[in-house]
């Protein structure tokens, strides 16, 4: 699924404002919480490996900023761990 998702031209494109995900432009923001908060919104389903693939995170640092973001009350997690969504609550 990410490599259906995620093309080569667009790994080194990640320094840039605006990555194309698919067919959809994803605003990458000044800040890593932002940038995740920008795909989220384009790919509410996202796996922690496609996050660090996207913003150049670990995957100890997705689930780090994601954790932040959740006790802000800014995103929260829908559904079972596999099959659940991300939501935006701003």
């Not at 990458?28 to 996207?54: C, D, F, N, Y």
Request: proline share 4%; with cysteine; glycine share 8%.
């Amino acid at each position: 699924m990410l490599d259906e998702c995620i093309s080569q031209s667009v790994l080194h494109k990640l320094r840039s404002p605006v990555v194309l995900l698919g067919d959809r432009n994803i605003f990458l923001g000044s800040s890593t919480q932002e940038k995740m908060i920008s795909i989220i919104r384009q790919r509410p389903e996202i796996t922690r490996k496609e996050h660090a693939v996207l913003t150049g995170l670990s995957p100890e640092g997705v689930k780090y900023h994601l954790n932040m973001l959740k006790q802000a009350g800014r995103i929260r997690h829908v559904g079972p761990t596999k099959k659940g969504y991300w939501e935006v609550l701003e």
